[in-house]
Nanobody, 127 residues
């Protein structure tokens, strides 16, 4: 079971980023895959989630207008794109998987409830 994130690094305020999460070792089609982030000294915060089963997407309300999540099921990869970045977006971003594919809003609100996650990719937004 493995989730491998990529795409982090330094980004400019006002810019955008695209993170990738490549899955392996489990039945990708039976899961919801989501992203959450954790800034230094803060609790984990849900970002977005997609049910691979039915394609539904879910977003943290405060990020909804800046974030897009989508998947390439042939590649077993989930992407999240974020635009209009601010320094408050600085965090480690984690990709995670859950069999609770019908409960995307629950996973957004409770990012520690995923079944497993990747190692994370660090994003720093700074000029």
């Amino acid at each position: 079971v493995q989730l491998v994130e990529s795409g982090g690094g330094l980004a400019q305020p006002g810019g955008s980023l695209k993170l990738s999460c490549e899955a392996s070792g489990f039945t990708f089609e039976n899961y919801a895959i989501g992203w959450f982030r954790q800034a230094p000294g803060k609790e984990p915060e849900g970002v977005a989630c997609i049910s691979i089963v039915d394609g539904r997407t879910y977003y943290e309300d405060d990020l909804r207008d800046r974030v897009t999540i989508y998947s390439d099921n042939d590649k077993k990869t989930v992407y999240v794109e974020m635009k209009r970045l601010t320094p408050e977006d600085t965090a480690v971003y984690y990709c995670a998987a859950s069999t609770l594919w019908r409960l995307g809003n629950y996973l957004i609100a409770n990012p520690t409830e995923y079944d497993f996650r990747g190692q994370g990719t660090s994003v720093t937004v700074s000029s």
